[in-house]
Nanobody, 126 residues
Framework: QVQLVESGGGLAQPGGSLRLSCAAS????????MSWARQAPGKGLEWVAG????????YYAGSVKGRFTISRDNAKNTLYLRMNSLKPEDTALYSC???????????????????WGQGTQVTVSS
């Protein structure tokens, strides 16, 4: 049974940092690309970042590029998202998602993902 469990969310001040984690189980983690996505209240799902199955390449949405870093530890079956220089508009429920491919060419469309976690809430406020 595939499970994706996020952790690390919470309250941060503008300009602050957080690191999210996603523990994966029930599938061969190192065979699949992974992504982070977020959904703010009243808004649609936004793809944030993606990483190849072997971690060799990463991709980011323009809204987070230069501030967020996605990484993975295939030995620990864990995906990470380091978030720096946080802004109030980063407030959202963040979830990790399992892509159907190892080295995708398309990241943002939901049809390419088959599993995702329940999410962890990130609130950026002073």
């Amino acid at each position: 049974q595939v499970q994706l469990v996020e952790s690390g969310g919470g309250l941060a001040q503008p300009g602050g940092s957080l690191r999210l984690s996603c523990a994966a189980s029930g599938f061969t983690f190192s065979n699949y690309a992974m992504s982070w996505a977020r959904q703010a209240p009243g808004k649609g799902l936004e793809w944030v970042a993606g990483i190849y199955s072997d971690g060799s390449d990463t991709y980011y949405a323009g809204s987070v590029k230069g501030r967020f870093t996605i990484s993975r530890d295939n030995a620990k079956n864990t995906l990470y998202l380091r978030m720096n220089s946080l802004k109030p508009e980063d407030t959202a429920l963040y979830s990790c998602r399992k892509h159907r491919a190892e080295r995708p060419t398309v990241w943002s469309r939901s049809v390419y993902y088959d599993y995702w976690g329940q999410g962890t809430q990130v609130t950026v406020s002073s």
